[in-house]
């Protein structure tokens, strides 16, 4: 890895990857975004120094012709992919555009990649491919049985990148299935872990959709940072190459309700307050409980989550207190 495109570079896990690839001893780092305006405050940008050189670059990844431009210049030897529209709400009203953006995005960047010799590829995937599963933890093997247009977008994205590998087109992919992400610098605030923080910076209790009785896999955004990376050279040192099928669970392998979620967070913030239940507020397309089995990630890639979540929350909160 000497010279990377990272497309969603000022998203919420771009911004952090970015900091993480300050000692990588990198050539180049370029970025695309769709934003039209980056603000100089949140840009992944500022993170980087030094002799690497970085540039942005603002296209939407729906534009063939503008992103081959881009690989066709930088000359990339690998392809971070984590742009995409990522709510599921958002993917129920409009799953057209969700469709458009996840599917046939993805296609043109594998493409640009396929034509300008990018090595390594690697796709943000996401633990909603499974659904509603029964039988926990969750593995890789277990079939696909996506509930919303968001969890089917990220399936059929999947299937782009393992015909690329297969028709030998791009030499090393690997699809990493991330659980439910979390951290500071999350601007769009639509995870429960920000939306619960912003709520309790305020002394104001968090709110449950349903009864709080739903799990969910917490892992943190450095984790996840350290997983791409981790993915990258284990692809240059040929661990992936012979596998069957390249994909990988990014969670902690632990599974923690909403109600759990929102006690933790009380007591870190000291607020002697009960959490707010809204019945029938669950959108369609809500899995009940997710939590992954990580041994592949772990064999393969030697990835282990290190941040706990309690550790993890009162960074959050302390973040949000700051930023209030």
């Given at each position: 890895m000497?010279?990377?495109?990272i497309?969603?570079?000022?998203?919420?896990?771009?911004?952090?990857l970015?900091k993480?690839?300050k000692?990588?001893?990198?050539?180049?780092?370029?970025l695309?975004s769709?934003l039209?305006?980056?603000?100089?405050?949140?840009?992944?940008g500022?993170?980087?120094q030094?002799?690497i050189?970085?540039?942005?670059y603002t296209?939407?990844?729906?534009?063939?012709?503008?992103?081959?431009n881009i690989f066709r210049?930088?000359?990339a030897?690998?392809?971070?992919?984590?742009?995409?529209?990522i709510s599921v709400?958002?993917?129920?009203?409009?799953p057209?555009?969700?469709?458009d953006?996840?599917?046939?995005g993805?296609?043109?960047?594998?493409?640009?990649c396929s034509?300008?010799?990018v090595?390594?590829?690697?796709?943000?995937?996401s633990?909603?491919?499974?659904?509603?599963?029964?039988?926990?933890?969750?593995?890789e093997?277990?079939?696909?049985t996506?509930l919303?247009?968001?969890?089917k977008?990220?399936?059929?994205?999947e299937?782009?990148v393992?015909?690329?590998?297969?028709?030998?087109k791009i030499?090393n992919t690997?699809s990493?299935?991330?659980f439910?992400?979390?951290g500071?610098?999350?601007?769009?605030?639509?995870d429960?872990?920000?939306?619960?923080?912003?709520?309790?910076s305020?002394?104001?209790?968090p709110?449950?959709s349903?009864d709080?009785?739903?799990?969910?896999d917490f892992?943190?955004?450095?984790?996840?940072?350290?997983g791409?990376?981790?993915?990258?050279k284990?692809?240059?040192?040929?661990y992936?190459g012979?596998?069957?099928?390249p994909v990988?669970?990014?969670?902690?392998g632990?599974?923690?309700?909403?109600d759990?979620?929102?006690?933790k967070m009380?007591k870190i913030?000291?607020?002697d307050v009960?959490?707010i239940?809204e019945?029938?507020k669950?959108?369609?397309g809500?899995?009940?409980?997710?939590?992954?089995?990580?041994?592949?990630?772990?064999?393969?890639?030697?990835?282990?989550?290190?941040?706990d979540l309690?550790?993890g929350?009162?960074?959050?909160?302390?973040a949000?207190?700051?930023?209030?």
């Open positions: 000497d010279r990377v495109i497309t969603g570079g000022n998203g919420f896990i771009g911004r952090h970015v993480k690839l000692s990588a001893k990198l050539s180049a780092v370029a695309i769709n039209s305006r980056i603000d100089d405050k949140n840009s992944a500022r993170n980087l030094g002799d050189q970085f540039r942005t296209a939407d990844i729906r534009d063939r012709n503008v992103i081959s210049e930088e000359k030897d690998t392809c971070i992919h984590l742009a995409a529209k709400a958002d993917s129920i009203n409009n057209d555009e969700t469709m953006i996840n599917v046939n993805t296609l043109n960047v594998l493409e640009a034509n300008n010799k090595k390594n590829f690697v796709f943000a995937s633990a909603a491919v499974y659904g509603d599963v029964k039988d926990l933890p969750i593995s093997n277990h079939v696909l996506p919303s247009p968001y969890g977008s990220k399936m059929f994205a299937k782009l393992f015909r690329y590998n297969r028709l030998k030499q690997a990493l299935r991330i439910n992400v979390y500071t610098d999350n601007v769009n605030q639509t429960v872990v920000s939306r619960f923080s912003a709520r309790l305020k002394g104001l209790p709110i449950i349903g709080g009785k739903h799990t969910r892992i943190s955004v450095d984790d996840v940072s350290d791409i990376l981790l993915s990258i284990a692809m240059e040192n040929g992936i012979d596998l069957s099928s990988f669970n990014i969670g902690s632990a599974g923690t309700s909403i759990d979620l929102a006690r009380l913030s000291e607020l009960d959490p239940y019945e029938g669950n959108d369609n809500v899995i009940m409980h997710s939590y992954a089995d990580i041994t592949r990630a772990k064999k393969t890639l030697h990835f282990v989550a290190k941040i309690e550790r929350l009162r960074e959050i909160i302390r949000f207190v700051v930023r209030k």
